[in-house]
């Protein structure tokens, strides 16, 4: 009696544990006060013009977590723009120049560009920001935090701006590849890591068997995809429901924050069936949906 008694106390702290262990783990995964985090998508999702300055002021004013995308001009300047060439957010550029890359280009060509036009004539002279500039608007604030999703820059160069700066830690490396974020903890071993996958459920699969053969080293958090089909059907996400939870049961055993970006739906009831299936967070085009999901559920907790 006394050890079926014993063992219903054990089983009733399990709950309490749990919750310490998550407390734990979200104290050097997100700013000190933040229950959760969720990502605005190149810096504020739809709701500014893609990795601009005033998009990373925003995500900061809403309380997310901005990504930048980050590419290096032909004279050696880190700027945050996503796209490989300019035809989609510098329409008014000139013809030559629109089918050219970041690389192609030095900045003082780069930085003449509108790239806030294209989301409507209130954002027209908007202009590519140098990765420098944001990082000074992060110095003295430490709850200003950012995702660095690499596309064309040098790690060691970004990791030196980083630590003049002083704000290693408000800084997560995001990428698809797995030795970059075990390059960047090397050079910087206080920052946050984000791998990032997005494939059919059979590569994913064995993307995560390499992942846990090298034990899961080096990541702080971890990111599929999830496309959005139809929220009535018996399967409404690809990857399926299934899998996401397997990997959920793993990474999070592993103390890695799960996370995913949602396409293809700004539908609340898709945010709230992926937090259903596992996920802590989510990198969203449309912040205002996932922030006020993530509110009601930590407000039922």
């Not at 992060?138 to 060691?156: A, N």
């Not at 799960?258 to 990198?283: C, H, I, Q």
Request: glycine residues 6%.
């Amino acid at each position: 009696m006394i050890r079926k008694i014993g063992l219903i106390s054990a089983l009733m702290l399990i709950p309490f544990v749990l919750s310490s262990f998550v407390s734990v783990l979200c104290a050097d995964t997100m700013p000190a006060g933040f229950e959760f985090i969720v990502v605005s998508h190149r810096g504020a999702g739809y709701l500014a013009p893609e990795n601009t300055l005033s998009s990373f002021q925003l995500g900061w004013k809403m309380g997310t977590i901005p990504e930048a995308d980050i590419r290096t001009t032909s004279d050696g300047v880190i700027v945050t723009f996503h796209d490989n060439d300019f035809r989609r957010l510098a329409p008014s550029a000139p013809e030559d120049i629109k089918s050219k890359s970041i690389k192609d280009l030095s900045w003082s060509v780069v930085s003449t560009l509108d790239v806030g036009q294209y989301l409507g004539e209130k954002y027209k002279g908007q202009r590519i920001a140098r990765l420098d500039e944001v990082f000074d608007e992060m110095r003295g604030h430490p709850d200003r935090w950012l995702y660095l999703d690499v596309k064309d820059v040098s790690l060691e160069r970004m990791a030196k701006m980083a630590r003049s700066r002083g704000i290693e830690n408000q800084l997560i490396l995001a990428t698809t590849d797995y030795k970059d974020i075990r390059a960047w903890k090397k050079m910087l071993p206080t920052s946050g890591t984000l791998l990032w996958m997005g494939a059919q459920e059979s590569v994913l699969r064995k993307r995560v068997a390499e992942l846990r053969r090298a034990n899961f080293a080096d990541l702080t958090q971890f990111q599929i995809h999830v496309h959005v089909g139809d929220l009535n059907s018996t399967e409404p996400f690809s990857p399926s429901s299934a899998f996401l939870r397997e990997v959920a049961r793993e990474v999070k055993s592993k103390g890695i924050l799960y996370s995913t970006w949602v396409r293809g739906s700004d539908n609340p009831d898709a945010y709230r069936k992926l937090l259903e299936v596992g996920f802590d967070s989510f990198s969203s085009d449309d912040p205002h949906v996932a922030l006020k999901v993530m509110r009601e559920h930590y407000a039922a907790r």
